[in-house]
């Protein structure tokens, strides 16, 4: 009857997630209680509170990418109550005792199975940059996503955002568009960060015998995921020959995987 929420619609997190699904990502999307349609995306875990969520990341893991954008709340009412809470006699103040949420974001940065990359999200009302960066270090995650929801803002709970992708020595700003545009530009930088480390993201329309020993080395793929004949590398390369800019070139390599499906 009552509860403690916000507004957030899980619509960044499911276009991750669907972004992800379709360059061949063997993707899991835990989320909570959501009115979105995830139809397309095979694994998913659907949860309703903050503690549900913590044991299903550790249910499902290990991952090779953890991505928090899950507007969980710090805090929980330490005592359910099995019936409505009526109102007090006139003028008596009701006290509600709450307790800390499993952090989700430190507990994935600190296991034992650590993912190779670790991005989590960071909503602020104030001192953006800052507080970003505070959890950045504090959590021990890779990237933070960081974007604003005050009330100007209508990020939460909006169809569109817009971002700064914080690394420790490197902050990205992504300007205001669409929520699904979003999540293929932070796409783009997960391709991007597994290329610079010297891995391939293959293409195939059949399953390689070799795909274990690729998911050694691009901790993207994992055995049995579907791969392709060229190489994502390959096609950025192509594109760079031919002066193209490289992010019309990533989402042109999207585009071609969404209409070939």
């Not at 997190?13 to 999307?29: F, N, Q, R, S, Y």
């Not at 899950?70 to 099995?82: F, L």
């Not at 190779?116 to 970003?132: K, P, Y």
């Not at 070799?210 to 049995?224: H, I």
Request: overall charge neutral.
């Amino acid at each position: 009857i009552r509860f403690i929420g916000n507004r957030s619609s899980g619509k960044q997190g499911a276009e991750i997630a669907k972004c992800l699904h379709k360059l061949e990502a063997d993707v899991t999307l835990i989320i909570g209680p959501v009115n979105l349609e995830l139809a397309g995306l095979s694994k998913v875990v659907r949860v309703e509170s903050a503690v549900q969520m913590n044991d299903a990341v550790i249910a499902t893991g290990p991952f090779d990418i953890a991505i928090c954008a899950a507007a969980v709340s710090d805090w929980r009412p330490k005592e359910k109550a099995k019936t409505k809470i009526k109102k007090n006699a006139i003028g008596k103040s009701q006290f509600l005792e709450l307790v800390e949420n499993p952090d989700i974001l430190k507990n994935i940065c600190v296991s034992e199975n650590r993912p190779n990359l670790v991005i989590g999200f960071a909503a602020e009302t104030n001192d953006l940059v800052t507080n970003a960066r505070l959890k950045l270090k504090n959590k021990g995650c890779d990237w933070i996503v960081a974007n604003k929801v005050n009330a100007e803002s209508n990020n939460m709970g909006g169809g569109e955002n817009e971002v700064i992708i914080i690394k420790k020595n490197e902050q990205i700003k992504v300007t205001r568009q669409s929520k699904e545009e979003i999540a293929k530009l932070i796409c783009q930088k997960i391709v991007e960060e597994f290329s610079n480390n010297g891995a391939s993201i293959l293409l195939s329309s059949h399953i390689i015998s070799e795909v274990e020993k690729v998911a050694n080395s691009m901790a993207v793929l994992r055995e049995g995921v579907k791969v392709y004949d060229e190489t994502y590398e390959t096609f950025l390369s192509k594109a760079q020959e031919e002066g193209k800019d490289l992010e019309d070139a990533f989402f042109a390599f999207y585009d071609r995987k969404e209409t070939n499906a």
